[in-house]
């Protein structure tokens, strides 16, 4: 895309799809401001990135601190045109959830995202317009077990984003969602414990592409959604997942397959 002289804001861009998508914007040549409560690893990504980058430590679920963290940027920058809601709370949790998992789970996935979409607003409108990219997930779609938390929060992602591109379409503020597959972050990681060579073959059969994908791969589409390439479309829900949603639970069909009678 071309971002010169545009403005993002991403959440969770210390780590992740948040900092693949932030360099994608300083590629493109956006100035790009990382929101995150990793202190460090955000410094260190703005760092990183050069003088077209900085860092605000923000807690996304506490709405005043979004609202004076824009207004703090806006003031330096004068404009504001993109905003990528991807920071996460990944608490996941079935029966044994608490009032404490809720609050948090929906406090960040859910409430700080409407927390950023409102504090975004009105710097948008006022530069004409813009876009709004929602990070939901496969999650938001489907039954994971042990999962009610995280799935329940990125369905209502899903539904929140067309409600929020109807109320912004006139602003001329467009508001897409994406569902990233399994993606290699450090929190796959982690789950993997590192062992990329052993899960990688287990749970890349997932996916219609037998792999998992990098989280350039989603920052990729995320720039698309936000560039004038994606000027006729808003309130839709992007699969970059390898093609885990299109693949029903017969998997690639490798075990059993009715193959029809005629
Ligand atoms: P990650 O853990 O690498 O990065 C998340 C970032 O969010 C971290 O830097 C963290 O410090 C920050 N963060 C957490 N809580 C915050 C808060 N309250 N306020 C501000 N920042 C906060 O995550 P990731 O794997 O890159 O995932 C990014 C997004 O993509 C998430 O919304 C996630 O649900 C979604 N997603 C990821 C995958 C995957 O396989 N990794 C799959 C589907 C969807």
């Given at each position: 895309?071309?971002?010169?002289?545009?403005?993002?804001?991403?959440?969770?861009?210390?780590?992740?799809?948040?900092?693949?998508?932030?360099?994608?914007?300083?590629?493109?040549?956006?100035?790009?401001?990382?929101?995150?409560?990793?202190?460090?690893?955000?410094?260190?990504?703005?760092?990183?990135?050069?003088?077209?980058?900085?860092?605000?430590?923000?807690?996304?679920?506490?709405?005043?601190?979004?609202?004076?963290?824009?207004?703090?940027?806006?003031?330096?920058?004068?404009?504001?045109?993109?905003?990528?809601?991807?920071?996460?709370?990944?608490?996941?949790?079935?029966?044994?959830?608490?009032?404490?998992?809720?609050?948090?789970?929906?406090?960040?996935?859910?409430?700080?995202?409407?927390?950023?979409?409102?504090?975004?607003?009105?710097?948008?409108?006022?530069?004409?317009?813009?876009?709004?990219?929602?990070?939901?997930?496969?999650?938001?779609?489907?039954?994971?077990?042990?999962?009610?938390?995280?799935?329940?929060?990125?369905?209502?992602?899903?539904?929140?984003?067309?409600?929020?591109?109807?109320?912004?379409?006139?602003?001329?503020?467009?508001?897409?969602?994406?569902?990233?597959?399994?993606?290699?972050?450090?929190?796959?990681?982690?789950?993997?414990?590192?062992?990329?060579?052993?899960?990688e073959p287990v749970w890349g059969r997932y996916h219609m592409l037998r792999r998992l994908?990098?989280?350039?791969?989603?920052?990729?589409?995320?720039?698309?959604?936000?560039?004038?390439?994606?000027?006729?479309?808003?309130?839709?829900?992007?699969?970059?997942?390898?093609?885990y949603?299109?693949m029903?639970?017969?998997g690639l069909?490798e075990?059993?397959?009715?193959?029809?009678?005629?």
């Amino acid at each position: 895309m071309n971002g010169s002289g545009r403005v993002a804001i991403v959440t969770g861009g210390a780590s992740g799809i948040g900092a693949a998508t932030a360099q994608e914007f300083v590629a493109g040549g956006a100035a790009v401001a990382i929101f995150d409560i990793n202190q460090a690893g955000g410094e260190e990504m703005a760092r990183s990135l050069g003088p077209n980058a900085c860092f605000f430590h923000v807690d996304v679920s506490d709405a005043e601190a979004c609202r004076q963290a824009v207004d703090a940027l806006v003031a330096q920058t004068g404009r504001l045109d993109f905003l990528v809601n991807n920071a996460v709370s990944f608490i996941a949790k079935g029966l044994d959830v608490t009032t404490a998992d809720w609050e948090r789970s929906l406090g960040v996935n859910v409430r700080g995202y409407a927390n950023m979409v409102q504090a975004c607003f009105e710097p948008m409108r006022r530069a004409g317009g813009g876009a709004v990219v929602n990070l939901a997930s496969i999650s938001g779609h489907i039954a994971q077990p042990g999962r009610w938390t995280y799935n329940a929060s990125k369905g209502a992602i899903l539904a929140m984003t067309k409600c929020q591109a109807l109320d912004l379409s006139p602003h001329h503020i467009r508001v897409n969602a994406v569902s990233p597959g399994w993606i290699w972050t450090p929190e796959v990681a982690r789950a993997a414990s590192g062992d990329r060579a052993k899960w990688e073959p287990v749970w890349g059969r997932y996916h219609m592409l037998r792999r998992l994908g990098e989280p350039r791969e989603v920052a990729r589409a995320i720039l698309f959604l936000c560039s004038d390439d994606a000027s006729f479309i808003t309130g839709a829900d992007l699969p970059v997942d390898g093609g885990y949603l299109g693949m029903g639970s017969e998997g690639l069909g490798e075990t059993s397959s009715f193959a029809g009678s005629e």
